[in-house]
């Protein structure tokens, strides 16, 4: 594993474009630090984010990570663009040529998308402890460590997404056409999902019939993973009941979308090595 990774960094450490990226994406995990700095001061109007409650324990977990994971979309760029230069620079063949076997190519990818996923998931919870310890209004330790487990979704979520963008970068061997393919797909999941409302519409229980089939698609069930955060602030169920609307979702992070995200990272990683060692090189 280790000498997998070595060659994979070593690659990744001589490409310009992947660094800067690389560095782009982490900058802006840092710059959620700065939501606390944003304040509306207009005449009568005063409001300060971080007096909001966003940065409170157990909820910063939950809108951090939520936030966070918007961001992905950076390293996906250096996930398609490492398979990509793969076949551009001719390293695939060289790889294969030296001895790499092409199991052991596709694990390197799959171990360095985990590393990747593991980083951003210890930065978000450093990023996260430090600012929840500054404006938090509950510092107990158990109220702290609560709701910590959409840490683990973040980083299933990520490991997810960024498998799904490694087998298009198999696929097409190009990350402009990689990334276009995954939007590609996050529209026919939008037109399903219409589609579906439109089949349902009579019925009594839509929503939940729309939502229990399409809990099993890629995106959807990455997106059902961390659930968004801010119809959880007090200001704004406040808001809610005073318009007479309740909210009585839940925002846990449910085993089930844990499990049906597993199950389609290994048919990415596995459908990767299938078709690459399908593939004539």
């Known amino acids: 594993m280790l000498r997998l990774l070595t060659i994979e960094f070593h690659k990744l450490r001589h490409n310009r474009a992947s660094r800067v990226l690389t560095i782009i994406y982490f900058g ?9 700095a944003i304040k509306f001061d207009i005449g009568p109007v005063k409001f300060h984010l971080a007096d909001a409650g966003i ?3 157990p909820y910063i977990w939950h809108f951090n990570t939520y936030i966070a994971a918007i961001l992905k979309f950076f390293l996906l760029l250096v996930i398609v663009s490492m398979m990509a230069n793969e076949y551009s620079y001719k390293t695939l063949k060289q790889n294969l040529i030296d001895g790499l076997s092409k199991k052991e190519f596709i694990l390197s990818k799959f171990y360095t998308v985990i590393v990747f996923a593991l980083f951003s998931t210890v930065f978000v919870f450093i990023v996260s402890l430090i600012l929840g310890l500054i404006y938090s209004d509950y510092n107990e330790i158990n109220i702290i460590v609560t709701d910590m487990q959409y840490l683990v979704a973040f980083f299933i979520k990520l490991v997810g997404f ?12 190009r990350s ?13 999941e939008g037109i399903m999902k219409g589609l579906l409302f439109y089949t349902f519409r009579k019925a009594d229980n839509m929503s939940e019939r729309v939502s229990e089939i399409m809990q099993f698609m890629p995106f959807e069930s990455m997106s059902n993973l961390i659930k968004e955060p801010f119809s959880r602030l007090n200001a704004v169920r406040t808001v809610a009941n005073q318009v007479g609307e309740q909210f009585t979702k839940s925002y846990d992070v449910q085993f ?19 078709l690459l060692k399908k593939r004539d090189l």
């Open 162 to 173: 960024f498998s799904f963008g490694l087998f298009f970068g198999i696929l097409v061997k």
């Open 28 to 36: 802006l995990l840092t710059c959620i630090a700065l939501i606390a």
């Open 55 to 57: 940065f409170n324990f």
């Open 176 to 188: 402009a056409f990689a990334v276009g393919a995954m939007l590609v797909w996050l529209i026919i």
């Open 256 to 274: 089930l979308d844990v499990m049906i995200v597993s199950v389609w990272t290994f048919i990415f990683i596995y459908s990767s090595y299938a």
